[in-house]
């Protein structure tokens, strides 16, 4: 397996959350709620497309000749899965900013945390050695 096959796939999501976060932080520090609408916004999406690769996008590539996952291909199936995981965290944040409810700001950090876990995540895969 070629690593051009599976560079996209991780580049991305890396990108994804780091805009998404940068945004939700921007929107809350000046106070624009359009900013922090956009990022909640860019990570969900973020998850969506996750979810589309794990769904839709494995071929024959991604596996050995004895029909095993390849490392690489497993541990992007993985971090995919926990990137749908936070989309669905950063809807909850959303809402709860959308609503204005009292624990808006303890669920948007867990879930910030969260993204940054799974940015550091990605950015490791792509340093991998192939």
Do not use: C
Not at 34 to 52: E, Q
Not at 57 to 62: E, K
Not at 108 to 120: G, N, S, V
């Amino acid at each position: 397996m070629q690593t051009h096959e599976l560079y996209l796939p991780m580049l991305l999501p890396l990108w994804g959350i780091f805009i998404g976060i940068a945004l939700v932080i921007i929107g809350f520090v000046d106070k624009k709620a359009s900013f922090t609408y956009s990022g909640w916004a860019v990570l969900i999406v973020n998850g969506m497309i996750s979810l589309y690769y794990n769904l839709f996008q494995i071929n024959p590539a991604h596996f050995t000749e004895n029909g095993q996952l390849r490392e690489t291909a497993g541990f992007l199936l993985t971090t995919g899965w926990l990137n749908v995981a936070g989309a669905m965290l950063a809807m909850a944040a959303l809402l709860f900013f959308y609503f204005k409810k009292k624990r808006y700001i303890l669920m948007a950090i867990l879930t910030l945390l969260f993204f940054a876990i799974q940015f550091f995540q990605y950015y490791g895969l792509i340093q991998k050695p192939k």
